[in-house]
């Protein structure tokens, strides 16, 4: 059987990130057409494999992130080899260099499919019509006061650890299968909130993750959502809504931020409520000091005690991770967020504010 031209190989082996290329500069120019045909259509067809994978009782992330080196040592041990033993050299190099395009390529084309094109769909904003108009720093204050209420409130139904820090009703088995019922609620006023994931997964090194400053990851190579539950465990609720809302389809950061908070609010559970709310209380007071630090301190007075000694907790585990790594990290977050056409980076986590703001205006609650 003759053998197909070498144009024809290389072909096949591009096509994967032609079609990578064309979602990633087209689909921009037509969120609607994402929106419905993409994100509500093809998308969906992932699904399936998110509920097999949530089965599986560890996370294939963190062992393929672990397998990789080796697994890419063994494969370049194995072509040099193969290499020195070669009679065309010239041949085997270019199958060698194909097989590195071909993966590449595939790598990019999955990436796009299950989480790439998801940038360009209609803005959450705009799918929940939420009301927009120039918001002043009175309007963050109403916003950052109600969270602390809410949060204080809630905390009143939670457990304390000897150090008078919260510890939540639920163990961590429960929160991470529970992630995807905090949804249960805001799904009946917003039926495009579909996911496929059973449960969400915890990570053996999550110790080690917090040095990189990361509490959770949707992986799109296998579909699965990752959290740290190395973290303070009254964090844990909000980040697995978080990881659930990505598995939806909404891969902004700030998107997912919010839904995360409405879900975890609405969501009857007094770990998540509590969670929820208290995530959401420090963007927005994040947000409040940099515009009016009177206002801020106004705000942080609706905080209850127990909430501020959480706050500090939270503040303390940290401060043990902070350094190069960390940083480094985030560097490399907010070059992945930027490349995918948010301009502000790792910012867009902050830009939640904005949408809080605009569904506390759409209720009428400011």
């Not at 998110?50 to 397998?67: A, D, K, M, N, Y």
């Not at 449960?199 to 959290?227: A, D, F, I, Q, R």
């Not at 009857?268 to 009177?294: E, R």
């Amino acid at each position: 059987m003759k053998n197909k031209p070498l144009w024809l190989k290389w072909i096949f082996c591009l096509i994967p990130l032609l079609l990578a290329a064309l979602m990633y500069f087209i689909l921009p120019y037509f969120p609607k057409f994402t929106e419905y045909v993409y994100t509500r259509g093809i998308f969906r067809l992932t699904f399936a494999f998110q509920w097999l994978v949530s089965f599986i009782p560890f996370s294939i992330t963190e062992i393929l992130v672990l397998s990789l080196v080796p697994i890419i040592v063994g494969l370049m041990i194995t072509f040099i080899i193969k290499f020195c033993r070669s009679k065309n050299k010239k041949s085997t190099a270019e199958k060698g260099i194909r097989f590195v395009a071909l993966c590449l390529s595939l790598f990019l084309f999955i990436f796009m499919v299950t989480d790439g094109a998801n940038f360009s769909r209609l803005p959450l904003y705009e799918n929940m019509k939420l009301e927009s108009r120039e918001y002043t720093a009175e309007d963050l204050y109403q916003v950052t006061s109600i969270l602390a209420k809410n949060a204080s409130a809630a905390r009143e139904n939670l457990k304390e650890d000897k150090n008078g820090v919260a510890k939540p009703n639920l163990n961590l088995n429960e929160m991470l299968r529970l992630a995807d019922d905090s949804y249960k609620n805001i799904k009946k006023e917003y039926p495009f909130l579909i996911t496929g994931t059973r449960k969400v997964k915890s990570v053996m090194l999550s110790h080690k993750w917090s040095y990189t400053g990361t509490t959770g990851v949707y992986c799109p190579w296998t579909v699965e959502t990752n959290v740290n539950t190395d973290v303070l465990p009254f964090s844990i609720p909000s980040t697995a809504a978080h990881e659930i809302a990505h598995t939806m389809g909404f891969a902004k950061e700030n998107e997912c931020n919010f839904l995360a908070w409405l879900a975890s609010d609405t969501s009857g559970m007094p770990d998540f409520v509590y969670s929820g709310n208290l995530s959401a209380f420090i963007h927005c007071s994040n947000a409040l000091y940099k515009a009016d630090k009177d206002l801020w301190r106004k705000a942080v007075s609706n905080c209850s005690e127990g909430m501020i000694r959480d706050l500090n907790a939270k503040n303390e585990y940290w401060d043990k991770f902070r350094g190069e790594v960390m940083e480094n990290s985030q560097n490399v977050n907010d070059t992945f967020i930027k490349v995918n056409g948010v301009e502000s980076g790792i910012l867009s986590y902050d830009e939640m504010v904005e949408l809080m703001l605009r569904y506390f205006d759409t209720k009428d609650l400011i």
